[in-house]
């Protein structure tokens, strides 16, 4: 018959070789999801000043999905429309749209930012009433007139010009370029819009 001590001894041995095996399955079956693919959101609409907050979920080999916290590298495409925190923070900073990235190991994705200015009153147009000569140029500037002070969006309103014939208008920077050759004086309103808002002024090309 075996003593006390040798049982105990036995059990031990037997205890030591289940665990070890219990082990080694693990580290052969059971390894790790590898990641394949990232989602950022949301896609949103901020205003000048307004922030959200971003989010990254990981996909992975094994079918799983999961969010992502620390450890997501965050960038904005566009810092002068949209900044962003290494804690994923948008704040507004001017109209337009940024593409904001998420990126973890090495997989990355991006959600459209797009920042609004809100609560316009007016927009004033000028130079006022300008008087042009043929084939010249003349920049025009859009000041949008809020609650919280005047915010230029010269160059995101969209600019229109009423007669094609008395010039041609950039309709993304404001910048008219007047008819070279006429054979009468030509008057146009000049028009920026932004957030559905119009502000006019009216320009003059002499002739001859």
Do not use: H, R
């Not at 059990?11 to 580290?27: D, E």
């Not at 949301?42 to 971003?54: E, F, K, L, Y």
């Not at 008395?166 to 000049?190: E, K, R, Y």
Request: with cysteine.
């Amino acid at each position: 018959m075996l003593s006390s001590k040798k049982k105990l001894q036995l059990v031990a041995a037997f205890a030591t070789l289940l665990l070890f095996a219990v082990g080694v399955a693990c580290n052969g079956f059971f390894v790790n999801p590898t990641l394949t693919g990232i989602t950022v959101g949301p896609t949103a609409t901020i205003q000048i000043g307004g922030t959200v907050q971003m989010g990254a979920v990981g996909t992975f080999n094994d079918g799983s999905t999961k969010t992502l916290g620390t450890g997501v590298n965050w960038t904005s495409g566009t810092p002068s429309v949209a900044t962003v925190s290494t804690a994923g923070i948008v704040t507004g900073v001017a109209q337009g749209t940024s593409q904001v990235t998420g990126s973890y190991q090495t997989q990355s994705n991006s959600a459209t930012i797009t920042v609004q200015l809100a609560n316009i009153q007016s927009i004033t147009v000028t130079p006022a009433n300008p008087t042009v000569a043929q084939g010249s140029t003349e920049q025009f500037k859009a000041v949008a007139n809020t609650a919280s002070g005047p915010v230029d969006v010269t160059n995101s309103a969209t600019w229109n010009s009423s007669n094609a014939a008395a010039g041609t208008m950039d309709t993304a920077t404001g910048l008219f370029t007047a008819a070279s050759s006429l054979t009468s004086a030509q008057t146009t309103v000049i028009s920026a819009t932004s957030g559905g808002i119009v502000g006019q002024t009216n320009l003059t090309v002499q002739f001859p």
